[in-house]
């Protein structure tokens, strides 16, 4: 008897199915969204995004075909099983976007593990799909999940951390190195020297099945702590792991025992600043635990029950209703009913936390076969008080840190973090919160004095923090438009929103100038007609509002001044704007009228700019 060594799929007895989906960071598809990978039980890995707003998602990239060569090359056919285990994708997990530049393409590295140990890295971008960049085993069998921590920048060189687990109970330390190359013409970034180094093994000895990975990281913003949590049975694995700036590190570990479930964990969260580790069981138990650098844990009993107490009153609250729409005999019969906890999983903020849960009554007989398809339900739970003083000063701490990020509008879900903010601070009836929070904004936007820099231009005007707040401010009025406030809360709102249009029409004029006067003289001596009427026209927008800012005016004045003699023609014009700025730097109001600079489209005559950006020719013609 011959027994022939012929490669199979055992899953293929059953229909195929989802295995493992992961969201990648927002910014990455063709609307600056997010796209979902998704790996079924066929091992097939495909790539999804919206190609149009308010769509369902569609396929934009199928990567089974690449990994299929990758592991194939210029064969048609498996013929071993280690081929087959090199193609079947088990998990998969996105990196944080690499960002040489704000303004040029951001791609993003997905790691893929498989069933023979090994990790394959590839690099995405919506414009050139997926490339491959390296491959590395740092396991001997199934990798059951992969998490990457955050970017560590010096230069064009970028350094992560891949942190996973394998179905022989191991975890495995990589680190991920490589460097950016940014074509500005194109815009076009170039990951290249790909390279990874496992780093560190633990659990060699332990083959406990890991059913749970969660990793927290600020390497990002300079900081050198990598938190991990592993859930083995009823034990969970809290690590930290400190990395120096010549990549040495130093591992400490701790253990903590699940004391009332023997499933072990279905989700992990952290707190923002990885202080804390929620930790949510099967059967729908939180354990808030404290930890510090050296993993060292302490359970936080006033911070667990109110969360206990949060999630079993969102279960109840879905139980009533599902008693009312019960039939009698079923209702007569239904005691109790036992709550399983499948996935908890934060939002962007911290703020609320999404909860999947099925609900199955405990019933005395049953009249009919029962039923075996559980029900699923997706809700949510909010962490904070609404209108609580705590939570006002808590959301307003989170929208600071937000708009101090120069990238908030770029790779960060702001529409998703503005409204699980306002959800906290909006009253038909109360003000106090929602007036408290616009100042903490508005004093980000107000604060401080023109910042010189030598970034470029568009960075000048878009990453700004006070024009950041300003962008915000005007995002919270549109996303209100239709909600009934307070009226100390809607007279607030648009007076700080008035201010904040103000300000970036100030804000854009300035920096322009700023940028002319940094011009060396040859280009300066290159400035025509039409260059000086741009910028009096810059000039006027500054001039022409209601409450101008003082670094604006003093741009005027430094701007105009240099600029004189290489532009003679307009020489009485410009020293015009220089005396008119000085004039209301000093507090004092002139008199004098600004010129038209444009001619009106509809009779040619020329257009006078009064109060901001109307336009008013003599024969009334108005443009906005």
């Known amino acids: 008897m011959t027994v022939q060594n012929i490669p199979i799929q055992p899953s293929i007895i059953v229909s195929e199915t989802y295995r493992h989906v992961r969201w990648s960071p927002t910014g990455l598809a063709k609307l600056n969204g997010c796209i979902l990978a998704v790996i079924t039980t066929y091992h097939q890995v495909t790539l999804y995004s919206t190609t149009k707003l308010g769509e369902y998602l569609d396929t934009c990239f199928d990567m089974t075909p690449l990994i299929k060569e990758h592991v194939l090359g210029s064969k048609d ?31 993003a590295l997905i790691a893929l593990g498989n069933k023979s140990g090994e990790i394959t890295i590839w690099s995405y971008h919506s414009d050139l799909g997926a490339l491959f960049c390296t ?6 069998s199934f990798v059951n999940s992969v998490e990457w921590t955050q970017w560590r920048v010096n230069g064009n060189r970028y350094t992560a951390y891949i942190i996973s687990t394998c179905s022989d109970g191991t975890s495995a330390l990589t680190s991920v190195e490589l460097e950016a190359k940014v074509d500005y013409d194109t815009g076009e970034t170039t990951i290249q020297s790909v390279t990874a180094t496992i780093k560190k093994t633990w ?5 406990s099945y890991i059913s749970l990975l969660s990793v927290w990281n600020d390497l990002k913003n300079g ?13 969970v694995q809290i690590g930290s792991i400190i990395i120096d700036d010549d ?5 400490h570990w701790s253990e903590y025992y699940l004391e009332h479930s023997t499933m072990g964990l279905t989700g992990v969260n952290w ?56 039939d009698r005999e079923t209702q007569a019969t239904a005691n109790a009913v036992v709550p399983k906890t499948w996935s908890v999983e934060d939002s962007a903020t911290g703020l609320f936390s999404a909860v999947l849960f099925t609900l199955r009554p405990e019933l005395d007989m049953h009249y009919f076969p029962r039923n075996n398809l559980d029900i699923i339900y997706l809700g949510f739970i909010a962490h904070r008080e609404r209108q609580d003083p705590n939570t006002i000063q808590e959301v307003s701490h989170t929208i600071e840190r937000y708009i101090k990020d120069p990238a908030i509008f770029y790779t960060l879900p702001i529409q998703a973090i503005l409204h699980e903010i306002l959800q906290y601070i909006i009253d038909e009836d109360e003000s106090d919160g929602m007036i408290k929070w616009l100042d903490v904004v508005d004093n980000l936007m ?72 940094s011009l060396s003289d040859d280009r300066l001596q290159k400035l025509d007609e039409d260059d000086a009427v741009i910028i009096l026209l810059l000039c006027d927008r500054i001039l022409t ?32 704007e220089v005396g008119i700025a000085t004039l209301l730097l000093d507090g004092q109001d002139p008199q004098e009228t600004l010129p038209g600079r444009e001619k009106c489209p509809g009779c040619q005559e020329l257009v006078i700019v009064e109060k901001d950006r109307l336009g008013v020719c003599p024969s009334m013609h108005i443009w906005v």
Not at 84 to 101: E, G, K, R, V, Y
Not at 135 to 140: E, G, I, N, V, W
Not at 285 to 312: C, M, P, W
């Open 135 to 140: 491959t590395f085993q740092p396991h001997q």
């Open 223 to 235: 900081g050198n702590v990598i938190k991990t949590v592993l859930c083995k049975n009823a034990r």
């Open 545 to 576: 509002q209601e409450e101008p800012i003082p670094f604006a005016l003093e741009q005027i004045q430094t701007t105009c001044k240099r600029l004189q003699s290489y532009l003679p023609q307009v020489s009485k014009e410009l020293e015009k």
């Open 247 to 251: 990549d040495d590190l130093v591992d």
């Open 271 to 326: 707190s923002v600043d990885g202080s804390q580790v929620y930790l949510y069981t099967y059967d729908c138990q939180n354990i808030s635990l404290f930890v510090d650098d050296n993993a060292k844990h302490t359970y936080n009993s006033e911070l667990s029950a109110k969360t206990n107490e949060r999630l079993l009153n969102k279960m109840n609250q879905q139980w009533l209703i599902d008693q009312d729409k019960m």
């Open 446 to 517: 107000s604060q401080g004095h023109y910042k010189k820099s030598t970034d470029s231009l568009a960075k000048k005007i878009f990453c700004d923090d006070r024009a950041t707040a300003a962008r915000v401010l005007l995002r919270v009025q549109i996303n209100l438009q239709n909600y009934e406030l307070a009226e100390d809360a809607i007279r607030k709102l648009s007076k700080v929103c008035r201010k904040a249009k103000s300000f970036l029409n100030q804000q854009f004029a300035a920096t322009v100038l700023d940028y002319i006067y």
């Open 77 to 107: 056919k498996f013929s071993t099983p280690d081929e087959l285990d090199h193609f079947q994708t088990l998990c998969c997990a996105w990196s944080s976007l690499i960002i040489p530049d704000l303004f040029v393409q951001k791609p």
């Open 203 to 207: 659990f060699e000895s332990d083959p």
